[in-house]
């Protein structure tokens, strides 16, 4: 079945470094991937999404790529800051069905 | 504009009780999802709706669980009777359908079944 896979599962950087998140889908006809940033006790917020007809989109300090060859796609964070510090999810949804698929999670620790 | 609106907050039940949950989408949302993400983990779908039909319920413990969305708008997710297993964030998001956007998530309601 469809599985998206998420690495690494923690991840601690210093303030001010970059810190990426990576992601492996297993359905070729995904076609969308949004990122979400889930803060403790709310809901998953989306910061970030990517089509499959862009290989890369960048807001602020905040850049997904996508290789649609490999079925991988990445969240880029530059310049962290302690309010990064959030469990980050990575989700592909496939053309037509509106369904997501989500992995298992990045706990971020931005430390000061 | 508000956003998805989940009640309650916070649920603690006994094992073998029901409970439900209850979600009010975006004004104008054709497309609702309720998610269970348990602890350390990503949210998993457990039905989606487009207006008022289940579309997608591959994944709904159909045995003890329910959800409904009478008017194609608020949705009501129930399980009965809940057992020690169902302890999660039950989450509720919605879309408009439009392929071109994305989907918005409620606070979730986290249950404890003790």
């Known amino acids: 079945g469809e599985n998206v896979e998420q690495h690494p599962s923690t991840l601690s950087v210093q303030e001010g470094d970059s810190a990426v998140i990576k992601c492996t889908y297993s359905d070729s006809a995904s076609n969308y991937f949004p990122w979400y940033k889930q803060e403790l006790g709310k809901g998953p917020q989306l910061i970030i999404d990517?089509?499959?007809?862009?290989g890369e989109k960048k807001d602020q300090r905040i850049a997904v790529t996508l290789n649609k060859t490999a079925k991988h796609f990445s969240l880029h964070i530059t310049e962290t800051q302690p309010e990064d510090s959030a469990v980050y999810f990575c989700?592909?949804?496939?053309?037509?069905?509106?369904?997501?698929?989500f992995g298992t999670g990045t706990r971020l620790k931005v430390l000061a | 504009e508000a956003g998805v609106v989940q009640s309650p907050r916070y649920k603690i039940i006994e094992k073998k009780q029901p409970v439900a949950f209850w979600c009010n989408p975006i004004?104008?949302?054709?497309?609702l999802y309720w998610y269970r993400q348990n602890l350390g983990q990503g949210p998993e779908l457990l039905i989606r709706y487009e207006n008022e039909e289940a579309v997608d319920d591959s994944q709904l413990p159909k045995d003890r669980f329910s959800a409904e969305r009478l008017k194609g708008v608020d949705s009501t997710l129930k399980i009965q009777p809940a057992e020690l297993g169902d302890s999660a964030v039950y989450l509720c998001?919605?879309?408009?359908?439009?392929?071109?956007?994305?989907?918005?998530f409620g606070q979730g309601t986290r249950l404890t079944v003790v």
């Open positions: 004004s104008g949302h054709n497309t």
């Open positions: 998001a919605s879309s408009s359908g439009d392929s071109s956007t994305e989907a918005f």
């Open positions: 990517i089509r499959s007809n862009v």
């Open positions: 989700a592909a949804r496939t053309s037509g069905t509106y369904k997501y698929i």
